[in-house]
Every structure is written in structure tokens, then in C-alpha cells.
């Protein structure tokens, strides 16, 4: 089998796409059949045999693997054949190529996961044998196969595999921690005696295996440092290692030899204390003090610097970080409720270090010196503005010096805000009057102080008059012409615009709008005109933002944000000041109509341009979801664009959609409530909804708000075509609702019924029988039910013929031929009355009491009007909370709606749609709002009288208790 295996191994490395795809298929065939692993084995382990071939190998051994040799897998690997290879994959490690031995390590390390230490015990021994061994290669493998192996059983969680990873760590950790020892000092010696390049990388190479190997034995959360002598050891003996090392790399640096293993070996020495700081907070607590002085040295002194290098330093500043906010060293605000003595001494050790000369040196130095602007940060505003003003987000502080000396700045600031306020408050005044455009160095640090007053707003609203500072100093610097002076336009920007929302008083705000639009000018440097568009963002974003003191600026902002949008080249820049311009958009609402039109024009464009990028596309469709909103019906012009978009985000076979969904259903939703009347290019849209309302859970509400206002916008066309696929998808996923998402599927059934009465009963027919059923069993929630009994008294009024039908059906199916109509109408009748009263909203109650009062017509059995008491009862107390005194003194149903008068009797209608328009048409037909309740309870209780009989109708009233009784009287008269 070997040779047609490494034939079909060769076809799979082919660049011609067919015989890729038959070499695939062949491949796929075999990958279940016995001896396949075996052969791959014999494959990779052929150190004569094509490259490619042999990492195309070990990557389908990699593969089956995962789906096949867990125990009981389908197709599991055949015992046998699991045990040769496991044997034969650790026999020697002689692999030459330094990618098929990862590869090959992480293979071993996959089986490990599975089989070690039980099936496989020989696997550690094995390794740790090749790792004594004499042979450098055999050695070497070894260890990056150990290192993988113990990385994979550090991952798992379950409690007895965690007890054998514990184990594993007191038997080997000892050999480990030497054997890094031993290679540490190797290097520093090689290091210090001028040894050749490749001894001191060869040395240094395994010295950093070995210590992965040490991170993650120390670091696994199942383990506690501190009941280590030997874990405490190690992590004592770190800080030294890394000192030692920083000298040497300065001297092979002053040799001429740059090795990047040096570099990896030093930033992993921190990432061990970091590992540990964040899982083992309390064992890490007596070397807080050796940690500050370490990062302090390095980061904030000349001769630490010296040595330095930036990743190294963002390393260290993220270990200070991480102790100064560290959630388990912060005690009670009364310390001595603090019952953890190691939470006391943490808080203690860190509050002795941190002395005022200490803080004073950390602050001043963050902002004079990591804070300023460099040449390189200079040369790339100027040759790629755009990346240089673009903000990393997220995780950045991780790996960026920039932000992570601004989040440590914050961490230090808010920890110890009495201390450092009056030392920024001091470097602020030293840096306040303008400077000469010529002095670049004073712009710098101006721009430096300015960054950190920035980020420190919040802690520094009692120290700074900002309003004083805005109108005199911040405005006069925005007018200063200079190229060296645009870092300080730009600051000035993107100071206001953080100080906004902190403390700027709300007179001021005109003056504000003013400025950023001035700095929007084209003419402008853009570094400054993108830090006005965001200013501009965060002051539209304030709680005190009034649209009346914005619409003097409106005209100019938009037409020079939309200048900005259609200058920019980056995705993510356009991202940027397209999300500006819709918030925008989102804020003023309609007054944005005449200024918009440029836009709508330019959007298609864009959109076709961004097609490799998703999170613009994004972008796009939320200005469209807040155009199509401002636009009301004037967004007709926009149809075609946004159908198609549309069309493209909620299409499930779309790669594209998993970004543009939910965005995109939020656009189709906006169309349909601003569109004048259907087009078929918008019902043609309704072809994705099936699939997305069965396979799209997370976004279900907006589906049925979609399908909902499918049927205000053409209920006879809309039901009439896809009626039946909207009720058989209904009925498909209705099972696997909760209660929430029944609520939501019965409001739409609702509104089909609404919207078509006796045709809509008919087209949710398959649906009923489960409705009814719910209610016959009477175990639903109250919402449930109140949905349920609403669609059944709604079918009630609007096709009885269909009621009736489904009652039969109902009986049929819960008592096998045993139970009759009138039992079952009567067990629903009786869940009816019983739960009413549960029903809270004024609307359904007086539809509940329409349905009831339908029933006490003159053709109601005898299985109904035993409920009589208990139905006039709860008419009665839908009547006594929709009944309103009027103006003139007169009880007035305050549900009913007349031709004239404002809708707002209904509802809210702020914000005018033409979906809301046809909502308040449906709502004049609807029988709560057009029907008076009381006239139809006289009108029915007088034709029961005349079929009953005067005597038999007497003996019914007198069932009545007596408030029920005159509760009734003070709203009908049945005298002849």
C-alpha cells in the first residue's frame, strides 16, 4: 500500500485542481481503512522521500488522529495498529527537517491527549531518555516533542487527568528545572567567551524548550507554586536569568550577532512571571517587591534602558500592571474586614513600594518620555497618515509599546490619583502657553502632557477648569498655521473630544461644532481633520446633545465628513468616518433628508469596493439601516441599493453573511417599514426567509418582525403566495421555542388573522388544532396563554366554521373517538375563564371578553353556559377596566377608535413609518377597537334570554354573586 499511498500523496501536492480533487477523494476513501495510518506512518518517517509528500503525510495522520483514535469514535483506528505506531513514532527522533519535527510534535502530543499516561506510560520515560541523551538532534527533538506534550496535557481539565498532569509535574519538574540550568549557564558562558554564533543558538535553542516546558508546568491552574520549594526556585531565580541575559545579548549585539532566540528567551522569562501572576495571584505575592524593582529598573531608568529592548519593556510594564490591578491583592474598603492575610500583604507590599518619589518618577517619565511622539511615529504620519492615526484597540496594550504605556499610565493614575494629580496638573501648567511652531521638541512634550490629561479626564475633574482652558489656550492653538503645529491641532481635537462628556459646560457646545468643523477643512493635514471626526462623534454621543444648537453646523459637518469618506483609501479608515457620519445620520433623524443625497450616490460605489472587506461592508449596512430610517419614504430612491444588499447579507449560502446579518436583517426590516407599497424585487427577498427563521435561533425576533411587516405591507399578496410556507416553517420550529419565542410566532399569526380575518383563520389552520390543544391542557405560561387564547377568540369572531372544525379535530386527537366536541369545548371554555384574569393588557382582556361574549349566543351548548357565572364575571371586569369617564361626564370604552380623531388613542407614533401607518389601518378594522364591548353583551344576553326562555334565563342571572350582578346592571338593560 505504501507506493500508491505515496503516488496519491504527490497528486495531493498537484497544483492542478483535478487531479487535487481525485487525489482528495482517493485520500478521503482510504483514511477509514486499516493499515492507512500505518502507511502514512512509513510515509513521513521516509527521510528519503519528497518534502511536500511527507508534511502532506503527517498532516492527514494529524487529521485522523482527531477524528479517529478516540476510543469508540466511528471508525476508530484498530487497536493493534494504534499500539504499532505508538510504539514506532517515539522509537527514535532523528527528524532533519525542523518543520516535519513541530509537526511530527504535535502529532505525538494529539495521541498523548488521548492515551497518556494509561495506554501509553512508555511516551514520557522515552522522552526524557532521548532529552539525556548524547546526540544534539536526538536531544533536540526530544525536548520540542516533550514541550508539546506536556503544553497538550496541561490543557486538559478533567479531575483525574488533572491528578496525572500533577504527577507528571513532581516526577519531572526536578530534571527539568537542572537540565535549564545547565543550558542557561552553557549560553551565558558561550555568551561571555566569545563563542561561535551557532554554539551559543544551539545552547540558547534548548534553554528556551526547557523553559516553555518549566511556564507551563509551573503556570497550569491545577498547580500551586507556592507548595513547591523547587516552583519557587525557579521563579525567584527568573529575575536573574534575565538580567544575566540582557548583558549578554548587549555584548553579542556589540559583536555583531543578533539572534532573535535571545530575544524569545528573555520575553519568555517575563511571560513565566506574568503566567503565574494571573493564575497563582496568592503565590506570587512575596515577589511583588522584586517585581516592581525589576520593571522600575528597566523601564524608568537610564541604565536599565540601556539594556532594554521594546518588547521586553511592554513585558514589564504589563507585570506592574498586572499587580497594580490585580482584583485578589485590592482589600475591603475597610482593611480590616479583609479576612486574606496574603490580600493584606500584596496590598501592603505594593503600597510600601510605590512611594511619592517613586510615583512622581513613574508619572513624569511615562509622559516626557514613552508619551512623546518619535521620529518613526512622525515619518509614517507623513508617509501613511492613515495607519499612524489609526487607534489598535482591543488587546494592543499587549504588544504595543504606545498602548500599553497609556494603559499603565491609567492603571497607575486611577490607583493613585492624590498622589499623581498635582504632578500632571504641575507638568500641564509648565507646557500650557502656545509654543514656538519652530521648537519641535516643546511640541512634542506639549503634545505628550495634552495625551495625558486626555486619558486621565475622569480622574482630573476637580483640577481642571476645562472650560477656561477650552475657550482661551485649546481654541487660539486650533488657529496656529504651522506643519510642525498640526501635532497640536491634532491633540487639541482629540483632547476635546475626551473631555466632552466629562466636563464642558453645555453654552460651550456651539463653539465646539464650530472648531471641529473648521478642522474638518480639506485643506486641513488629515491626522487632524480624522481626530475632529472623531471629536465630532463623541460630542453628538452626549447625553446633552440637542439637535436645534447642531443644525447651524449640520450642512457643513456632513458635506466635509462625506469629503473626508471619498478621500481616505484605507478600509478601516472609511470604516471609521462612515460609522461618524451614520451616527450622525442616527441623531438628527429626518433634518438629515437635504444634505444626504451625495452620499446615497456615492454608497453603491463603496459598496462594490469593499467586496474583500467585510467589516466595512458592515459599515455600510448600518448607514444604510439609519439612512433608510431618516429617509422615511423618500427612501424609495435608495430600493435598488439596499434590496441588493440585502439580498446578499441574509443569503445563509452567502460567505459574507455570517458578518452582514444581523445588520443586514435590521436594513431588510427598516425597507419594509418605509416602503410606499411591495415591488417584486422586495417579495422576492421573502426566498431567504424560510431558511433563516429555521437555522437562525439568535436572530429570531427580527425574522418575525420581518415576516410581520410582509404582512402589514400586502397581506392578500403576501399570504396569497407564501401563506403556506410561512405556516409550515411556523409549525416546524414552534416545538423547540421557548416561551419568549412562542410569544413572538403567536403575534404574527395574530396579525395574519388581523390582517385577512376568515382567509387568515383558513391559512393558519394547521397551526390551531396545536394552539387549541395548548389551551385544552392549560400548562402553558401566562404569556403563552394569553397568546393562545387571543388567537383562539380571534378565530372565534372571525370564522366560526373554522372554530368549530378545529374543536372536532382537537376532540379526535386528545380522546380517541371518546371525547366529545362539547367536553372538550367545555374543558376550554373552563381554562378560559379560570385564566383570564391573568391577563394583564387592556387589548386582550376586552378581546377575551369579545370571544366569550360570542359564546353566550343563542346556539351555545349546554357545556358552555355552565360556565355562565364565571364568562358574565370576567366581561364584567374587562368592562370595569376599559370603561372611562369622558370630558362630559359620560362611560366611554376607552379602546375605541373613531374615523376621526388622532391615532395616538392607540399608540405612541413618534416615529412616523409607513409601517406604522398601516398598523394603525389594521388597528380601526380590529374588533378591540371597533367593536363596543357593551353593546355586544346586551345584544348577546337578549337573544340568550329569547332562546333559553324568561324563566330558565332568571335562573341563570340569579347564579350571578351579587357584585357581578350589579356591576352589570350600571352597563345593560334587559328589560323587553
Known amino acids: 500500500m505504501d507506493a500508491a499511498v505515496v503516488d496519491i500523496l504527490h497528486k495531493a501536492g498537484s497544483q492542478d485542481p483535478n487531479v487535487l480533487k481525485l487525489a482528495e477523494q482517493t485520500l478521503k476513501e482510504w483514511e477509514t481503512q486499516r493499515g492507512f495510518y500505518t502507511a502514512l506512518f512509513n510515509v513521513f518517517s521516509n527521510h528519503s522521500l519528497d518534502i511536500n509528500v511527507r508534511w502532506i503525510a503527517i498532516l492527514y495522520f494529524k487529521n485522523g488522529v482527531d477524528r479517529y483514535w478516540r476510543r469508540n469514535a466511528p471508525n476508530e483506528i484498530a487497536a493493534d495498529e494504534k499500539e504499532f505506531l505508538r510504539q514506532h513514532l517515539i522509537a527514535d527522533f ?104 551557532n554554539q551559543i543558538q544551539e545552547a540558547l535553542e534548548k534553554a528556551l524548550l526547557l523553559l516553555r516546558i518549566l511556564r507551563k508546568l509551573v503556570v497550569s491552574p491545577f498547580n500551586k507554586p507556592s507548595e513547591s520549594q523547587d516552583a519557587m526556585m525557579f521563579l525567584k531565580v527568573v529575575f536573574d536569568r534575565a538580567r544575566n541575559s540582557l548583558e549578554c545579548r548587549k555584548t553579542l549585539i556589540s559583536r555583531g550577532i543578533q539572534l532573535d532566540v535571545c530575544d524569545k528567551f528573555i520575553i519568555h522569562l517575563t511571560k513565566v512571571l506574568i503566567g503565574v501572576l494571573e493564575v497563582h495571584p496568592f503565590s506570587y505575592v512575596e515577589l511583588i517587591p522584586t517585581s516592581l524593582e525589576f520593571s522600575v529598573f528597566y523601564c524608568f531608568t537610564e541604565t536599565g534602558q540601556e539594556l532594554a529592548f521594546e518588547r521586553f519593556i511592554i513585558q514589564c510594564l504589563n507585570l506592574m500592571k498586572g499587580i497594580l490591578l490585580c482584583s485578589d491583592y485590592r482589600p475591603a474598603k475597610i482593611i480590616q474586614e479583609t479576612k ?85 496638573v504641575e507638568l500641564m501648567q509648565s507646557h500650557h502657553q502656545p509654543v514656538d511652531p519652530n521648537n519641535l521638541h516643546a511640541i512634542l512634550l506639549k503634545d505628550a502632557v495634552y495625551n495625558a490629561v486626555g486619558l486621565a479626564a475622569f480622574d482630573l475633574y476637580d483640577e481642571v477648569n476645562f472650560d477656561q482652558w477650552f475657550s482661551t489656550t485649546l481654541k487660539q492653538e486650533l488657529k496656529v498655521v504651522s506643519n510642525n503645529y498640526r501635532i497640536i491641532r491634532r491633540r ?168 452582514l446579518l444581523e445588520d443586514g436583517l435590521e436594513l431588510w426590516l427598516a425597507l419594509l417599514e418605509n416602503a410606499p407599497a411591495s415591488t417584486p424585487a422586495i417579495m422576492d427577498l421573502f426566498r431567504n426567509m424560510p431558511a433563516l427563521l429555521e437555522r437562525s435561533a439568535e436572530n429570531l425576533r427580527l425574522c418575525l418582525y420581518i415576516v410581520q411587516a410582509y404582512v402589514l405591507l400586502s397581506p392578500q399578496e403576501f399570504l396569497g403566495d407564501r401563506g403556506a410556507v410561512v405556516v409550515a416553517t411556523l409549525g416546524s420550529i414552534i416545538g423547540d421555542l421557548r416561551s419568549e419565542g412562542i410569544v413572538m410566532a403567536m403575534r404574527l399569526v395574530e396579525t395574519c388573522l388581523r390582517a385577512l380575518s376568515h382567509q387568515g383563520a383558513q391559512l393558519i389552520k394547521p397551526l390551531l388544532t396545536k394552539i387549541f390543544e395548548s389551551v385544552y391542557k392549560g400548562e402553558e405560561y401566562p404569556m403563552v396563554m394569553s397568546m393562545y387564547l387571543s388567537i383562539v377568540a380571534r378565530v372565534l369572531l372571525v370564522s366560526r366554521d ?174 323587553s
Open 94 to 197: 532523528n527528524e532533519p527537517v525542523n518543520q516535519l519535527a513541530v509537526q511530527l510534535a504535535v502529532l505525538i502530543a494529539k495521541i498523548a491527549r488521548y492515551d497518556c499516561p494509561r495506554e501509553w506510560s512508555t511516551l514520557v520515560p522515552t522522552l526524557l531518555e532521548g532529552v539525556r541523551g548524547e546526540n544534539p538532534l536526538t536531544q533536540h527533538r526530544a525536548l520540542l516533542t516533550l514541550h508539546h506534550v506536556v503544553k497538550t496535557l496541561a490543557s486538559i481539565r478533567l479531575v483525574a487527568d488533572r491528578r496525572l498532569f500533577q504527577e507528571l509535574t513532581a516526577n519531572v519538574f526536578n530534571f527539568i528545572l537542572n537540565l535549564w540550568n545547565t543550558y542557561t549557564e552553557s549560553f551565558l558562558v558561550l555568551a561571555s567567551n566569545s563563542a561561535s554564533p
Open 340 to 424: 486574606n492575610p496574603l490580600t493584606l500583604r500584596a496590598y501592603q507590599l505594593r503600597q510600601e513600594f510605590f512611594t511619592v518619589e517613586t510615583l512622581t518618577e513613574i508619572c513624569s517619565r511615562l509622559v516626557t518620555h514613552y508619551f512623546v511622539l518619535t521620529p518613526a511615529d512622525l515619518e509614517q504620519w507623513d508617509s501613511d497618515p492613515e495607519n499612524f492615526v489609526v487607534d489598535d484597540g482591543g488587546e494592543a496594550w499587549k504588544y504595543s509599546l504606545r498602548p500599553c504605556t497609556e494603559s499603565v499610565f491609567l492603571a497607575v493614575f486611577h490607583q493613585f490619583r492624590d498622589v499623581l494629580a498635582s504632578v500632571l
Open 492 to 659: 487639541v481635537c482629540w483632547l476635546i473630544g475626551q473631555w466632552t462628556g466629562v466636563k464642558l459646560s453645555p453654552e460651550l457646545r456651539p463653539e465646539l461644532y464650530k472648531l471641529m468643523v473648521e478642522s474638518l477643512n480639506p485643506e486641513e493635514d488629515l491626522g487632524v481633520r480624522l481626530a475632529a471626526s472623531d471629536a465630532l462623534k463623541l460630542a453628538i454621543d452626549d447625553f446633552q446633545f440637542h439637535t436645534d444648537e447642531f443644525s447651524p453646523y449640520l450642512e457643513p459637518a456632513f458635506s466635509l465628513l462625506f469629503a473626508l469618506l471619498k478621500e481616505v483609501h484605507e478600509c478601516d479608515t472609511k470604516m471609521h468616518v462612515l460609522y461618524v457620519l451614520s451616527f450622525m445620520i442616527e441623531r438628527v433623524g429626518c433634518g438629515i433628508r437635504p444634505h444626504v443625497g451625495a452620499l446615497s450616490a456615492y454608497i453603491p460605489a463603496l459598496w462594490q469596493q469593499s467586496e474583500e472587506h467585510n467589516m466595512l461592508r458592515c459599515a455600510i449596512v448600518s448607514t444604510l439601516v439609519h439612512l433608510e430610517k431618516a429617509l422615511g419614504s423618500e427612501s424609495v430612491a435608495l430600493q435598488p441599493m439596499v434590496v441588493g444588499v440585502v439580498a446578499m447579507s441574509c443569503d445563509l449560502t452567502q460567505d459574507g453573511h455570517v458578518y
Open 802 to 975: 373554522i372554530f368549530v372544525q378545529v374543536i372536532g379535530e382537537l376532540s379526535r386527537q386528545v380522546g380517541g373517538g371518546e371525547w366529545s366536541e362539547e367536553a372538550v369545548l367545555g374543558r376550554m371554555v373552563s381554562i378560559w375563564v379560570n385564566r383570564m384574569p391573568l391577563v394583564s393588557q387592556l387589548e386582550r382582556r376586552k378581546l377575551l371578553a369579545l370571544g366569550l361574549c360570542s359564546l353566550l349566543g343563542a346556539d351555545s351548548p349546554p357545556c358552555v353556559l355552565q360556565h355562565f357565572p364565571r364568562m358574565v364575571s370576567n366581561i364584567v371586569e374587562a368592562l370595569n377596566d376599559i370603561t372611562k369617564i369622558d370630558d362630559m361626564g359620560c362611560p366611554i370604552d376607552s379602546l375605541m377608535i373613531s374615523d376621526q380623531p388622532s391615532p395616538s388613542q392607540y399608540e405612541d407614533v413618534d416615529y412616523e413609518t409607513e409601517h406604522e401607518q398601516r398598523r394603525r389601518r389594521l388597528a380601526f378594522g380590529d374588533p378591540v377597537h371597533s367593536v363596543s364591548l357593551q353593546d355586544t353583551l346586551q345584544a348577546q344576553l337578549i337573544a340568550l334570554r329569547r332562546f333559553v326562555g324568561e324563566s330558565q334565563f332568571d335562573q341563570m342571572m340569579l347564579t350571578l354573586n351579587s357584585d357581578t350582578d350589579q356591576q352589570l346592571k350600571e352597563y345593560i338593560s334587559l328589560s
